[in-house]
T-cell receptor, first 114, second 117 residues
Framework: AQSVTQLGSHVSVSEGALVLLRCNYS??????LFWYVQYPNQGLQLLLK??????LVKGINGFEAEFKKSETSFHLTKPSAHMSDAAEYFC????????????FGGGTRLMVKP | GAVVSQHPSRVICKSGTSVKIECRSL??????MFWYRQFPKQSLMLMAT?????????EQGVEKDKFLINHASLTLSTLTVTSAHPEDSSFYIC?????????????FGQGTRLTVV
């Protein structure tokens, strides 16, 4: 069984500030981990994923995430927030690297203040 | 990336009626499509896995007679909510996997907000 917890349903940062969105997971098998972003009235878009290998994963739009097995975490970060980063972010876990049959976290709405 | 189109994006229906939601892969063929639902302030939960030409596989607790899934072609899957009730009001979203790839990602539609009144 797998589960994902995203701490903070809403996060607000100032433009140019560090973005940190937290994600913790539980999985009975080695996890494949994903971050998706959803802009208003659009589908989910894959930001990045961890399958195997390097634990620091770089994605699109300057985002990155680090898989920490000891902490069962996969937090998403971006050094400097842009107004265009305002969206809903979902962390997800899967038992395979194709991203099928995902178990999602509750989502975090990121707000960016000018 | 590949495009998945979901229609309608919003629908309001009366209690007791049925609603059909379409999920189309526009520029690729999808042997497998997935249907999720999301209640307010909750996670997306997998409802069922739909394979082209065969019966859908439903997750535990999902009523297959209430949520009818048809995947008749490699580019279209439909979810019909039958005899809808207010508790079925939710956000429904599909994803599709490209048959050509192995280990490739699944692409998501934009979701359908269903409100049953």
């Amino acid at each position: 069984a797998q589960s994902v917890t995203q701490l903070g349903s809403h996060v607000s940062v100032s433009e140019g500030a560090l973005v940190l969105l937290r994600c913790n997971y539980s999985s009975s098998v080695p996890p494949y981990l994903f971050w998706y972003v959803q802009y208003p009235n659009q589908g989910l878009q894959l930001l990045l994923k961890y399958t195997t290998g390097a634990t620091l994963v770089k994605g699109i739009n300057g985002f990155e995430a680090e898989f920490k097995k000891s902490e069962t975490s996969f937090h998403l970060t971006k050094p400097s927030a842009h107004m265009s980063d305002a969206a809903e972010y979902f962390c997800a876990v899967s038992a395979n690297n194709a991203g099928n049959m995902l178990t999602f976290g509750g989502g975090t709405r990121l707000m960016v203040k000018p | 990336g590949a495009v998945v189109s979901q229609h309608p994006s919003r629908v309001i229906c009366k209690s007791g009626t049925s609603v059909k939601i379409e999920c189309r892969s526009l520029d690729f063929q999808a042997t497998t499509m997935f249907w999720y639902r999301q209640f307010p302030k909750q996670s997306l939960m997998l409802m069922a896995t739909s394979n082209e030409g065969s019966k859908a596989t439903y997750e535990q607790g999902v009523e297959k007679d209430k949520f009818l899934i048809n995947h008749a072609s490699l580019t279209l899957s439909t979810l019909t909510v039958t005899s809808a009730h207010p508790e079925d009001s939710s956000f429904y979203i599909c994803s599709a996997r490209d048959r050509q790839g192995s280990g490739t990602e699944a692409f998501f539609g934009q979701g359908t907000r269903l409100t049953v009144v």
